[in-house]
C-alpha cells in the first residue's frame, strides 16, 4: 500500500473475482507442483508455527513490542489522509483477545500531513526487524471497518527493501478492502514490472450481498517457491505463479515481513464523506504464520 499510485485496473480485476471452492489450503504440502493432500495428512501435521499472536492481555494495553513495530507519520504516496500515531492510541488490545485498530476523526496534537493539519489517526504494525519468512501458510482473523474511504489491509513486502527498494523488494497483499466495496476483498502481488497500477490480483466477493463488516472473516495466503494461493474463510479463489507475471522477475523466492492497518483515504479508497461516521476500527482476533 505504502507506494503504488493507481488504481484503476481494480475495476477489470473485480471482474476475475471467484467465489468458489470448499477445499482448504491448510492441507498443501509445500511445494508448487504438489497435489493436495487430504486434511489429516501428515504434511498437514508437520506445519510448524513460526509467528503466532492472539492478542492477549489487558484491555488497552500496546501490541506486543518483541512482535511488532508501529510506524508512524503520514503517507503522501496514495493520498492517504490519517496521521500514524505510536503506543496505544490508534492500536490496542480490547482485553477480549483481540487487537484493536481505530481510526478516528480527530488531531490532538496538531499532526502535519502532506495536505496540511492531519484529519484523522489511525494505526500500522510491522513486523520489520522483528519477524520474517518465506512460505508458509499466513493468516489473520479479521474483521474489518464500514464506511467511504476505509482501507484495512493485511499484506507483507520483501525483507530485502531497504536495499533494492520497492517494487524490486516485491509486495504481497495478502488482504485490502475499500469501503465503497463492503461485499468484497481484494489479493495482489506487485513486483518489478507490475507494480502499482500494474499490480496481478483477483477479488473476493461474499455471497447474498453480505458485508465484511459483519463479522470476522479468515483472510490467508498459501505461499511456496513460485506460487502464491490467496483464501478467504478457507476458500481458494485465486493462485500466482512466474507465469502470471509477464516475462518480469518473480519477487517472492524470499523472506517478507507482516503489516497490518487501517488507512484513511487516499486514491483508491476515495476519501471519507458525510456518509463515514467516526471511529471506525478493524478488529483482530489472531495473526498465525506457518511453515505449510
Ligand atoms: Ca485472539
Known sequence: MTVRSSWRRRASLYAASLACCAASLAAVPTGASAAPAPMDSPANAAAAATFTDDFNGAAGSAVDGGKWQIETGDNVNNHERQYYTAGNSNAALDGQGNLVITARKENPNNYQCWYGRCEYTSARLNTSGKFTQAYGHVEARMKVPRGQGMWPAFWMLGD?????????????????????????????????????????????????????????????????????????????????????????????????????????????????????????????????????
Open 160 to 292: 530485502d527493501i531497504g536495499s533494492v527498494g520497492w517494487p524490486a523488494s516485491g509486495e504481497i497483499d495478502v488482504m485490502e478492502n475499500v469501503g465503497f466495496e463492503p461485499g468484497t476483498v481484494h489479493g495482489t502481488l506487485h513486483g518489478p514490472g507490475y507494480s502499482g497500477s500494474g499490480g496481478i490480483g483477483a477479488a473476493y466477493t461474499l455471497p447474498g450481498g453480505q458485508a465484511f463488516a459483519d463479522g470476522f472473516h479468515t483472510f490467508a495466503v498459501d505461499w511456496a517457491p513460485n506460487s502464491v494461493k490467496w483464501s478467504v474463510d478457507g476458500n481458494v479463489y485465486q493462485t500466482r505463479t512466474p507465469a502470471d507475471v509477464g516475462g518480469n522477475q518473480w519477487a517472492f523466492n524470499k523472506p517478507f515481513f507482516l503489516i497490518l492497518n487501517l488507512a484513511v483515504g487516499g486514491y483508491w479508497p476515495g476519501d471519507p464523506d458525510g456518509s463515514t461516521s467516526f471511529p471506525q476500527q478493524l478488529v483482530v482476533d489472531y495473526v498465525h504464520v506457518t511453515t505449510q
